[in-house]
């Protein structure tokens, strides 16, 4: 549902283009509604699956216990299958990507903020409240920075792209990392302008470029993906874990600390259970996954 949010996110705004889109993707694969096995939804924020009612997504503004579920069924009366985007995201790599054949999968998408679904004997972790698994608001450090969620040290503030250009952004301001400034004027990739900041791409070009405090702000940001992967290890004693999102794109210099702390960290039994992999399905895996739900929810 993201890219359907727009300039204007109102709930009334986004569900009248989600009903417009549903419409026009049947017309234009020429079936029915009564062809349709049903609708599939992922949202980016906290549904409860059950009722489908949507919970103030923080990327929402006015979005606050929306029936999503009975508005949309309302209008279509077909079975509809609301899920949050991340959950939804796992479900398309455990049925279509790199899960097939597993039953014990953690999935985890490293962007902007970090997404995470967890499969547990083929079924998704739901939680009372439909809110199990939020791995990115794992604890790394209990005394670290504020992260979006109001609680500190959460693994995002350290592995996320936020976390990556904030670091950045920090040391430049700091006077720690002129030649990372230097580098983004020198490439055009950013304006000058005070405060100076950088985005998460710039770090790791610089990174690709040799620059070493651009590699190092990319290390350190692997070395905490990795303290949370023992800990996802410890807790869950996963097949599989898939890594997708942009940061995972960043490739070896981003992935190898992570899978050294892994191997330094985590307990062997466990550890030797589990392969690490790149996730298969790109940039559209939430599109497949709200595709996904309706798939998994109707065996
Ligand atoms: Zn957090």
């Given at each position: 549902m993201s890219w359907l949010i727009g300039e204007d996110p109102t709930p009334e705004a986004v569900i009248t283009r989600v009903m417009r889109a549903i419409r026009q993707v049947l017309s234009e694969a020429n079936v029915t509604l009564d062809q349709a096995a049903g609708i599939g939804l992922g949202v980016p924020g906290p549904v409860n699956r059950d009722s489908g009612i949507v919970f103030s997504p923080p990327n929402l503004p006015g979005w606050d216990e929306v029936p999503l579920y009975d508005m949309l069924h309302e209008e279509f009366k077909i079975p509809i299958f609301i899920e949050n985007d991340a959950n939804a995201a796992a479900l398309a790599?455990?049925?279509?990507?790199?899960?097939r054949g597993y039953r014990e999968v953690v999935?985890?998408?490293?962007?902007?903020?970090?997404?995470?679904?967890?499969i547990i004997d083929g079924k998704l972790l739901e939680g009372v409240a439909g809110m199990a698994a939020e791995l990115g608001h794992?604890?790394?450090?209990?005394q670290g920075d504020l992260c979006n969620c109001g609680h500190v040290g959460c693994l995002e503030t350290f592995a996320s792209g936020t976390a990556i250009a904030s670091r950045a952004s920090m040391l430049i301001l700091g006077g720690m990392a002129e030649g990372l400034r230097e580098f983004a004027l020198e490439h055009r990739l950013h304006e000058e302008r005070v405060p100076f900041y950088v985005d998460a791409r710039t770090v790791a070009l610089a990174a690709d470029a040799g620059l070493?405090?651009?590699?190092?702000?990319?290390?350190?940001?692997?070395?905490?993906?990795?303290?949370g992967l023992v800990n996802v290890i410890h807790i869950f004693n996963p097949q599989i874990i898939i890594l997708g999102g942009s940061v995972v794109q960043i490739g070896d210099l981003f992935m190898e600390p992570a899978r050294r702390v892994v191997e330094e960290r985590a307990m062997k039994v466990l550890r030797e259970a589990v392969r690490i992999v790149t996730a298969?399905?790109?940039p559209d895996v939430g599109l497949i996954g709200a595709g996904a739900l309706v798939y998994y929810y109707r065996q």
């Open positions: 790599e455990y049925i279509f990507g790199m899960g999935c985890m998408t490293i962007g902007t903020g970090i997404g995470s679904g967890v794992m604890t790394i450090d209990w070493p405090v651009a590699r190092e702000i990319i290390i350190r940001a692997g070395e905490a993906l990795g303290m298969q399905l790109g």
